[in-house]
């Protein structure tokens, strides 16, 4: 049994995971764990793809390479996938939305290629991450956050907090 919680944020790339990982960690103690961090610095990894600009992430090692921290707990797991995450490690479900043009503007602003950046756009419109998520967690720890905004994330992280006391409270010996 973990005595805190494991959270995954997840969405399509530029909604703001990172951003509300780092500052959760920070007020709440839970550690973020970057997973594309993991993936580089550790080489769970078959080689970089050109075509998708990203790695291609070996996942059973990249799962062997986690599993000790994430079983002990009081993960912030920050990752644009998140059905091939144990439903039994997982507490909560995050899934970051932001509207196609403020998703634009921050992908432009970090150099993303047109195809890739359409490719992100459409898959934010038709809801790929959310869906993921429904259909591999039970509905009910599934929670889609809109991430527009600085007072929405503030918001949003304020909400992940009540939740993460709330869920220690009920899980206390
Ligand atoms: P991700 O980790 O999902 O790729 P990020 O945390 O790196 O996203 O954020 C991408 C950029 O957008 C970064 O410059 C911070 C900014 N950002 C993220 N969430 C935001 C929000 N809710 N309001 C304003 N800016 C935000």
């Known amino acids: ?9 997840t969405g399509t790339p530029g909604v703001g995971k990172t951003t509300h990982s780092e500052i959760l960690a920070e007020r709440t103690g839970l550690r973020h764990l970057s997973v594309n961090q993991v993936v580089k610095d550790k080489e769970c ?21 986690i599993e000790d921290d994430v079983k002990a707990g009081g993960c912030i797991i920050d990752w644009h996938a998140c059905d091939l995450f144990p439903r039994s490690w997982i507490d909560l479900v995050v899934v970051l939305r932001v509207d196609s043009k ?8 970090r150099n993303y290629a047109e195809a890739k950046l ?3 756009i459409d898959s934010e419109i038709m809801e790929v991450l959310l869906q993921e998520a429904r259909e591999a967690f039970d509905e009910e720890i599934v929670v889609e956050l809109t991430s527009n905004s600085s007072t929405e994330m ?20």
């Open 45 to 65: 990894h078959e080689g970089w793809s050109d075509e998708y600009q990203s790695w291609i992430v070996d996942e059973d090692k990249l799962l062997d390479e």
């Open 154 to 173: 503030e918001s949003n992280i304020d909400r992940i907090e009540a939740w993460i006391k709330q869920w220690k409270t009920d899980h206390a010996d």
């Open 102 to 109: 403020t998703l634009y503007d921050r992908l432009e602003a």
């Open 1 to 9: 049994m973990r005595s805190s919680p494991n959270i995954i944020i």
């Open 118 to 120: 359409q490719e992100n």
